[in-house]
Nanobody
Framework: QVQLLESGGGLVQAGGSLRLSCAASGSSFTINAMGWYRQTPGRPRDLVAFITAIGRTNYADSVKGRFTISRDNAKNTVYLQMNSLKPEDTAVYYC????WGDGHKYWGQGTQVTVSS
């Protein structure tokens, strides 16, 4: 089993920055890609960004140029640096990890990000 523990959410003014962290424990060697989804009330989760085990990244169009995802494989941790935050970035952010082979997703508990205007 894999456990994902997120940290770093909070309240920030528009234009500000936050850094989210997600540490994997347990059978973390089974994880390939890691990344972040976000969700607002009444809507499905949307992919924000992911990074593969070899460092290939992908971003949602809405965050390109503002968010940067990175990964420290030695610490089994993925980071999301969020700059130039906008009120529409307000959401619960969920860390995930894809299991090698079948793509099963492990999920973190979610962390709230609130951007005030």
């Amino acid at each position: 089993q894999v456990q994902l523990l997120e940290s770093g959410g909070g309240l920030v003014q528009a234009g500000g920055s936050l850094r989210l962290s997600c540490a994997a424990s347990g059978s973390s060697f089974t994880i390939n890609a890691m990344g972040w989804y976000r969700q607002t009330p009444g809507r499905p989760r949307d992919l924000v960004a992911f990074i593969t085990a070899i460092g290939r990244t992908n971003y949602a169009d809405s965050v390109k140029g503002r968010f940067t995802i990175s990964r420290d494989n030695a610490k089994n941790t993925v980071y999301l640096q969020m700059n130039s935050l906008k009120p529409e970035d307000t959401a619960v952010y969920y860390c995930y990890g894809d299991r090698w082979g079948d793509g099963h997703k492990y999920w973190g508990q979610g962390t709230q990000v609130t951007v005030s205007s």
